[in-house]
């Protein structure tokens, strides 16, 4: 974010104590009017040497110096009074996501090389290497059926090792896979403090195929909306994709439409990949938005030293006017 817009995402907890600085127009008017006297004052004098061995010339550079840091202070601490806040991404440490990877048997399509499961799984645990360590990271493994391979955990290094685990097998529930993710969310650790307090949590769903076996998706996505957990969906793979079964080849093309009402539904985000490369972007941008959340922090105390710091340096303009140096 630049200066830009965090300034105008900038806002005021007592946005009325703002009205304070209606006064600093006032006191630069009045400054200026001072200064104009003064020098018309002083002009009345034709002989000034013997007036300058009485009072000792000032610098009028350090004198408007001092003003402006007077100023500047004046205006941040009124900022500071007024309660700025802004939003500011900071990590959901408490977040829970699950890792939902279709291990069905179109996943050994070499249109991704090696293959779609190789590079899933490759690009499955840089994903978790790239989360927070007080992430939790379920891992649920799906084909004709869906099971949790791994609770939600702190323990990265388990996550990635369950999902060099997974092995293949027939037929794709997607269905299931959400369910069974929903379930996985569920054992995440509670807050001591707040027991009752669901932690955030998001559902990652890799998929390459058609639900073939299960409950149905929709329904599956309904309940995950409903619980308010955003369902990010992947669909990898070429159109071109194919599986020799028992000596017959088998196309494996992408179901996309499934996959984009799934995160419409739950609210979460559709994304496409179908090549390696793309698959780990694509995970870049999911670790983004489920990585870290908008928290609204109050900037009272930093305008504060802000206004403190303009303070300081006024006071020792000042000094430095009235100050003999050697």
Known sequence: MNFIEWLRDLTFISPDRLFVLLVIPLLIAGYIFAMMRKNRRGMRFTNTSMLEAVIPKQSQWRRHLAVALSILSLVTLTVAWARPSNKVPVPRERATVVIALDSSLSMQAI???PTRLDAAKKA????????????????????GSASILVPPTL???TVENAINGIQLAESTAIGEAIATSMRALR???KDPDNPDNVAPGAIVLLSDGTNTAGRAPKQAAAAAAEAEVPVYTIAYGTENGYVDLDGKREP???DHALMQEIAQDTRGEYFKAASA???RQVY????SEVGYQDSTVELTSRFAGYGLLFAV???LGAISLGAKWP
Do not use: T
């Not at 499955?124 to 084909?143: C, G, H, M, R, T």
């Not at 870049?284 to 670790?287: A, K, R």
């Open 111 to 113: 249109d991704v090389e």
């Open 124 to 143: 499955a645990n840089e994903f978790v290497e790239q989360l927070p360590d007080k992430y939790n990271v379920s891992i649920v493994a799906f084909a």
């Open 155 to 157: 323990d990265h290094n």
């Open 187 to 189: 054992q995440a650790p």
């Open 252 to 254: 494996v093309p992408v």
């Open 277 to 279: 490369d793309q698959l």
């Open 284 to 287: 870049e941008n999911i670790g």
């Open 313 to 315: 340096l006024a006071a």
